[in-house]
């Protein structure tokens, strides 16, 4: 798995418009390619197995993880388990991309600590806590408990922006990708 590919990796509280911002940049930059992370979740909706995410049973995903075949894992609610396989990593870097992520704040730290310089870890966040409750009732697919839980949440990792390489203010979202677009661009180049 040693190629010149690099890391974006993107982290920030639900509802600060981050998945948006990475769709934008994967649509912008061919070489950009995504991270299909496992989880021992149902699908919900629309999802596929082996496009939204790997969906593996619980026992699957314990022997995985007893294999050593996750970069990182996590219980992110209990029971149910979400990792970056290396597998994905591998298989992008061969073909000579770049791997985006799109994990939570604890995942994407790990991942930098493990890549250091070929990794740029990328904080996305509203522009206030106000705006981030605002947003999250606008959006309307939450029930009043989960967005107190969310937003619980989100004070929490705030905690660890300064741990991130660059932070993105999603205040508009033109702008944002532009500036993702931007710095994503020079990393990659340079
Ligand atoms: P959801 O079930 O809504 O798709 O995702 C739930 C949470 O799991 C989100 O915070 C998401 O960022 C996180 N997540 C998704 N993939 C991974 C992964 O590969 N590793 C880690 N640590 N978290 C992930």
Redesign the pocket.
């Known amino acids: 798995m040693y190629s010149s590919g690099k890391l974006v990796i993107f ?1 920030a509280p ?1 509802g600060s418009g981050k998945t948006t911002i990475v769709r934008h940049l994967l649509k912008k930059n061919p070489k950009l390619e995504f ?1 299909i ?3 021992s ?1 149902d699908p ?1 909706g629309q999802e596929k197995d082996g496009v939204d ?1 790997h969906f593996l049973s619980t026992e699957e995903f314990r022997s995985r993880i007893d294999k050593g075949e996750f970069l ?3 219980e ?2 209990a029971g ?1 388990y ?3 396989l290396r597998s994905e990593v591998s298989r992008i870097w061969d073909k000579g991309g770049h791997v985006a ?4 704040v ?3 730290l ?1 991942l930098k600590s493990h890549f250091g310089r070929r990794a740029l870890a990328v904080y996305v966040k509203a522009p206030s806590m106000e705006i981030l409750e605002q947003r999250l009732r606008n959006r309307g697919t939450d029930s009043e408990e989960k967005i107190v839980q969310r937003l619980a949440k989100a004070e929490e990792e705030s905690l660890r922006e300064p741990e991130f390489d660059i932070t993105i203010v999603n205040d508009d979202l033109d702008r944002a990708c532009q500036e993702a677009e931007d710095k994503i661009g020079a990393f990659l180049n340079g």
Do not use: K, M
């Not at 992520?101 to 939570?104: L, W």
């Open positions: 982290s639900s991270s992370s496992a989880t979740r919900r995410y990182e894992w996590e992110v609610y149910t979400y990792g970056t992520f799109d994990i939570d604890v995942g994407g790990n």
